[in-house]
Structures are given as structure tokens and as C-alpha cells.
T-cell receptor, first 118, second 110 residues
Framework: EAQVTQNPRYLITVTGKKLTVTCSQNMNHEYMSWYRQDPGLGLRQIYYSMNVEVTDKGDVPEGYKVSRKEKRNFPLILESPSPNQTSLYFC?????????????????FGAGTRLSVL | RKEVEQDPGPFNVPEGATVAFNCTYSNSASQSFFWYRQDCRKEPKLLMSVYSSGNEDGRFTAQLNRASQYISLLIRDSKLSDSATYLCVAGFDSWGKLQFGAGTQVVVTP
């Protein structure tokens, strides 16, 4: 079954304790992206990746890191989480066939990770 | 100002009725547009792409007005299962950024 898998689904942590949210897709998609969703603000893009070893900032990258060492994985790293990073996080992927302008094509989303930073 | 703006609703719609709502975008460089559906804080799922000439998918019709920079979604013969939040999305051809609206909530009542 084609899917995007995020782990963990729920996480409660404390300020300053480094954490990683994993994202894996089994569709051989080139494009992957991370979003956060907050009430009234909608989904905001954190980082995206056009392919292996190619990442770029979205609209709200501060406080986050990503890496794309393998095509299927795109982990989101919070080196020193703060309470304002409490949010619902979604990972997404799409196929581009090597053409960046197709990154906007159908985005498949993971089930989301609810993060609370105390 | 948000790049993509939507009326948050809720739009309360009797079953069987028609509902329509718009989304405005501020960046005239936007090249592609989509409607996604999101159920109760679950993951968004693509509902339909929006083409320049307008397009229809069953009971759903999407329109694009580039001059006024808005897109619309119309749902005919509303079903209870149409209750959800509808997210408007604008994308750019040359790079991977997508701009999401905050969503319009639709509640279909019996």
C-alpha cells in the first residue's frame, strides 16, 4: 500500500530536549516536505526537498533542521524545542519525474504528529 | 497578510443543498491551484486540481479567476459525508513551495 509514515504520532517533550520526527514514503517520490498546522493559520511549509541531498527552506524554517540522505526518508529535527513549536506536523511527498515544477502535483500526506513542548 | 485567504466558516448546509465558497490568493505568480479536503485534524487529501478553464468532478466544480485572483469550489447535492474543512492551495511552477489557506469548514446537516 502506497503511504507516507510518520513517527511518532504523538509526542510530549520538554523545552530543550532534542527530538526527531521520522517520515518515510514507499512510493519512490522525489519531492518531500514538512508542514506544521496551527489553528487559524493553516498549513505552513517548514522545509522541502526536491531530491536526495537537496533541501530548501519553506516559510517557517526557524528552529528546525532536515536531512535527505535517502530518497524514502525525510526526518524533521528539533535541536532545542520550544513551546511555540507545539503543533500538528505533517510530512508529505509527491512525484516529480525529475521536473521541479511537478512538485506541486498530488501531495500524499502522512497521518500527522501531534507535538507538545512543555 | 496571508498569501492565501479563506473564509473559515462554518458553512452550515442542509443535506441536498448547494454550497459555494471562494479563496483569494495574493501572489500573481501562482501557477497552479488545488482544493484539498481535511477531516477533523486528519491528513489533508487532494480533492481536485483547479484548471484555468474550470473543471468538474462529480458533484464538485472548481473555477479559477486569474483577473481577480480567486478560486472557487461549489458542491452540489451536499452529502453528510461532505462535512469537512476544505483547504485552498496555490503553487508555483518553478519551485516546490505550496501555499495553503487556513481552510473553510463545511457542515452538512440532515
Amino acid at each position: 500500500e502506497a503511504q507516507v509514515t510518520q513517527n511518532p504520532r504523538y509526542l510530549i517533550t520538554v523545552t530543550g530536549k532534542k527530538l526527531t520526527v521520522t517520515c518515510s514514503q514507499n512510493m519512490n517520490h522525489e519531492y518531500m516536505s514538512w508542514y506544521r498546522q496551527d489553528p487559524g493559520l493553516g498549513l505552513r511549509q517548514i522545509y522541502y526537498s526536491m531530491n536526495v541531498e537537496v533541501t530548501d527552506k519553506g516559510d517557517v524554517p526557524e528552529g528546525y533542521k532536515v536531512s535527505r540522505k535517502e530518497k524514502r526518508n525525510f526526518p524533521l529535527i528539533l535541536e532545542s524545542p520550544s513551546p511555540n513549536q507545539t503543533s500538528l506536523y505533517f510530512c508529505a511527498s509527491s512525484a516529480t519525474g525529475g521536473q521541479p515544477h511537478l512538485a506541486k502535483n498530488i501531495q500524499y500526506f502522512g497521518a500527522g504528529t501531534r507535538l507538545s513542548v512543555l | 497578510r496571508k498569501e492565501v485567504e479563506q473564509d473559515p466558516g462554518p458553512f452550515n448546509v442542509p443535506e441536498g443543498a448547494t454550497v459555494a465558497f471562494n479563496c483569494t490568493y495574493s501572489n500573481s505568480a501562482s501557477q497552479s491551484f488545488f482544493w484539498y479536503r481535511q477531516d477533523c485534524r486528519k491528513e489533508p487529501k487532494l480533492l481536485m486540481s483547479v484548471y484555468s478553464s474550470g473543471n468538474e468532478d462529480g458533484r464538485f466544480t472548481a473555477q479559477l479567476n486569474r483577473a481577480s485572483q480567486y478560486i472557487s469550489l461549489l458542491i452540489r447535492d451536499s452529502k453528510l459525508s461532505d462535512s469537512a474543512t476544505y483547504l485552498c492551495v496555490a503553487g508555483f511552477d518553478s519551485w516546490g513551495k505550496l501555499q495553503f489557506g487556513a481552510g473553510t469548514q463545511v457542515v452538512v446537516t440532515p
